[in-house]
Structure formats: C-alpha cells, structure tokens
Nanobody, 121 residues
Framework: QVQLVESGGGLVQAGGSLRLSCAASGRIFSTINMAWFRQAPGLEREFVAGIVWTGSTTDYADSVKGRFTISRDNAKNTIYLQMNVLKPEDTAVYYC??????????????WGQGTQVTVSS
C-alpha cells in the first residue's frame, strides 16, 4: 500500500506559477513510479506528467510540455510538479499517483485525494 498526500494548490493568475508537492508513505518510495493527473469539471481525469522510480525518465502530456516539470526527491519521499506559465485551461483538481516500477506511468495503482488548482484569466 502507498499513501499519498498532495499540497501546494491554490488560486493564481494566468501566466503565474505554482509548485505542487506529493508526500508518499507506506512503501519504499525509491522503487515506485510516480505521476500527476488532473481532472477538470465535466471532463475525464487525464495524465499530466510522470517520472520513473530512478528519476531518469519523465513523460509529459503535450498540453504541458515546456511549462511543467516533474521531479522527485527520494530522500524526502516526495515528488513535485513545477507549473509555469499557467493558463485558465490548467484549472483542475490535481492528483498524485503511484505505481509499481514495472507498470506504466499512465496506469498507476494508488491515488492521492487531490488538490485544487485554479487559474484566473
């Protein structure tokens, strides 16, 4: 089992930045893949970014490439999502997710409770 707790959401103006954090516990953090997903009102949850257990490989949705950066600190059992040049369409609940290192970044097994990000125009 893995427990995930997100933080860092909030309200920001378009063009601004936010950094989300996700603290993990319950399983050896350094052996699990991690990812961020988001869900806007009325839409399905979508993949945003992912990072493998070694930190050597990352993956991003086309809509956030060049603006968002995912990273991990295995010593702190934490991943981050640095979000720059935010747009109103980035408004959503952002979820942290985790999965076995053998699994796809886009098909995690565990989910956090989510944190709201609102970008005003």
């Amino acid at each position: 089992q893995v427990q995930l707790v997100e933080s860092g959401g909030g309200l920001v103006q378009a063009g601004g930045s936010l950094r989300l954090s996700c603290a993990a516990s319950g399983r050896i953090f350094s052996t699990i893949n991690m990812a961020w997903f988001r869900q806007a009102p009325g839409l399905e949850r979508e993949f945003v970014a992912g990072i493998v257990w070694t930190g050597s490989t990352t993956d991003y949705a086309d809509s956030v490439k060049g603006r968002f950066t995912i990273s991990r600190d295995n010593a702190k059992n934490t991943i981050y999502l640095q979000m720059n040049v935010l747009k109103p369409e980035d408004t959503a609940v952002y979820y942290c997710a985790a999965g076995a290192r053998s699994s796809s970044l886009r098909q995690p097994d565990y989910w956090g409770q989510g944190t709201q990000v609102t970008v005003s125009s």
